[in-house]
């Protein structure tokens, strides 16, 4: 059996070898390395795959979600609030502008931001809401827009995770995920379910006038070269990258049915393991599996991740430790227990081993150890 990675780019790579060689050849026979006809290119293909009007590549998600703040002009000591249960760019770029992060916890069922808890943590200064479609499904957007609509909020979608990823409607209208708010952020960091061969990231919206202000803020604030109108950023996509992901996103799909085949084998196997949860799917969206992630109880995480770590299985922790405890976050002021959910997740978490690759023995000595140890 082949060695079983967290993730594993490099079989991913050998079936489509042939291709990405020779899109990099092009690129680089080129020399466009910025700017190339490969990006633009790009964004109009993941346009019509998303369908929204405006795809504007940037250089990495966590870019992605400051130009979003940026170009809505949140002003310091405007409050945005977001999840405590996620990946740290999404609320250091909201600290790194002089915005005010107010963290809610999540539902203990889907990981993803808790409406209510949203809604209990608007004040006067509320300017935005930024839902994290964590793990891979989509937060609930249908009540989060309502409330958005009503308090009169931006809705910042960080895709990072889900790109794919779709949300049904009450009326039935289907979207995907970073369509449905003013701006959708992603990144193509190499291990997200749309990954490029380095870092890379874009911004989703339905706004024309905003996509002409998001796209002059990623190349220092200009639309005529040297006329800068505004302050901005050098966030670009690499021409190679571009070239990498026009090839990738035409798998983006097949890549996400393999991860959904590798959950639902999980799900098999484990569902009926007492003291381990699978994935609670929520109500109203798909999941495309960025992340398989198990809550085990009774303080036995730790115990079941060492024992796959002798079977030389690997597991992570995403994330052991919750935004409002970071040593880095201390000047927001929380106490330890001000998250009760976050706080319990941190402990139970197990992601188990999810890509595009998994074979079904892999899959099979996965869930074969973990049955032996807890049955
Ligand atoms: C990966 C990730 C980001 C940041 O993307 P980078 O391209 O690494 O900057 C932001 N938010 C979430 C939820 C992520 O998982």
Do not use: W
């Amino acid at each position: 059996m082949q060695k079983i990675e967290m993730v594993d780019l490099r079989s991913q790579y050998e079936r489509f070898k042939a291709d990405i060689d020779s899109a990099i050849a092009g690129v680089i026979s080129s020399t466009a390395f910025i700017k190339g006809p490969d990006v633009p290119l790009f964004e109009e293909e993941l346009q019509r795959y998303l369908g929204v009007r405006n795809v504007i590549a940037c250089a990495n998600g966590t870019d992605a979600l400051q130009i979003a703040m940026m170009a809505l002009g949140l002003k310091p000591g405007d409050e945005v609030i977001t999840t405590n249960f996620t990946f740290i760019a999404t609320v250091e770029v909201i600290d790194l502008l002089g915005l005010k992060p107010v963290l809610v916890d999540p539902d203990p069922d889907t990981f993803n931001i808790s409406v209510r808890a949203l809604e209990k943590a608007i004040t006067p200064r509320t300017r935005a809401i930024v839902p994290v479609h964590l793990f891979g499904q989509c937060a609930d957007m249908e009540p989060i827009m309502e409330i958005a609509g009503r308090h009169g909020l931006h809705v910042i979608e960080d895709v990072a995770q889900a790109t794919g990823a779709e949300y049904r409607f009450s009326d039935g209208t289907v979207k995907k995920a970073g369509t449905m708010g003013i701006i959708g952020c992603t990144s193509f960091f190499p291990s997200k379910n749309l990954g490029c061969y380095g870092d890379g990231g874009a911004l989703f919206t339905d706004n024309n006038e905003l996509a002409t202000l998001i796209r002059s803020i990623t190349n220092h604030g200009m639309k005529i070269r040297y006329y800068h109108d505004t302050i901005g950023v050098n966030s670009r996509l690499d021409t190679i990258q571009a070239a990498v992901l026009r090839v990738k996103l035409r798998h983006l799909d097949a890549f996400n049915e393999a991860r959904q085949s590798a959950a639902a084998h999980y799900d098999r196997e484990l569902s009926d393991v007492r003291g381990i949860n699978v994935p609670v799917r929520a109500a109203n969206s798909t999941h495309i599996f960025h992340q398989y992630t198990l809550r085990v109880e009774g303080g036995e995480r730790n115990r079941l991740r060492e024992c796959l770590e002798n079977e030389g299985i690997p597991s992570m922790i995403y994330y052991p430790v919750a935004l409002h405890m970071q040593k880095a976050y201390a000047h927001l002021g929380y106490l330890a227990d001000d998250f009760p959910v976050t706080s319990r997740l941190t402990g139970e978490v197990l992601s188990l081993p999810m890509h595009t690759e998994l074979s079904e023995e892999q899959l099979a000595y996965i869930t074969g150890c973990i049955r032996s140890k807890f049955n």
